[in-house]
C-alpha cells in the first residue's frame, strides 16, 4: 500500500521560501494525482495546489498561493515538489499531500476536494511568523 512522506517544513520569516516534498515507500508517483493540503487547528482542511498524474499533468492552483506556489514532480527523487515563495503569516498550518491512482484522477477544480484522494501522508508543520 502506498505511505506518503512530507517533509521540508520549519520556521521562516514573512516574504521567505520553503520547499516541501512529498515522498513515498517506493511506489512510482508518477502513477497518482497528487494534491497538496494545509490545516489550521480549528479550521477544514483546505486544497493549495495539485498536480494531475503522468509526467506532463497538469497544475492547478487556489487563487490565494497563486504566483507564489509551484507543484512540480521530480522523477530522479519520486517526490512531488511543493515551492513556496513569498510565504505569508496566513500561510502557516500543517500541510499535507495526498494521492489517488491515475485512473481516478480528478480534474480542475475536483483536484481540490479533499474527499477525491486515497492516500494521505501525516503532514509537515510550516510556521511563517517573524
Known amino acids: 500500500q502506498l505511505l506518503l512522506v512530507e517533509s521540508g517544513g520549519g520556521l521562516v520569516q514573512p516574504g521567505g521560501s520553503l520547499r516541501l516534498s512529498c515522498g513515498s515507500n517506493g511506489f512510482p508517483l508518477d502513477y497518482y494525482a497528487i494534491g497538496w493540503f494545509r490545516q489550521v487547528p480549528g479550521k477544514e482542511r483546505e486544497a493549495v495546489a495539485c498536480?494531475?498524474?503522468?509526467?506532463?499533468?497538469?497544475?492547478n492552483y487556489v487563487e490565494s498561493v497563486l504566483g507564489r506556489f509551484a507543484i512540480s514532480r521530480e522523477l530522479a527523487q519520486n517526490t512531488i515538489d511543493l515551492q513556496m515563495n513569498s510565504l505569508k503569516p496566513e500561510d502557516t498550518g500543517v500541510y499535507y499531500c495526498?494521492?489517488?491512482?491515475?485512473?481516478?484522477?480528478?480534474?480542475?477544480?475536483?483536484?481540490?476536494?479533499?474527499?477525491?484522494?486515497?492516500?494521505w501522508g501525516r503532514g509537515t508543520q510550516v510556521s511563517v511568523s517573524s
Open positions: 495526498a494521492a489517488v491512482p491515475f485512473s481516478r484522477t480528478p480534474f480542475d477544480s475536483a483536484c481540490f476536494n479533499p474527499d477525491n484522494y486515497e492516500f
Open positions: 498536480i494531475e498524474s503522468r509526467s506532463g499533468g497538469r497544475e
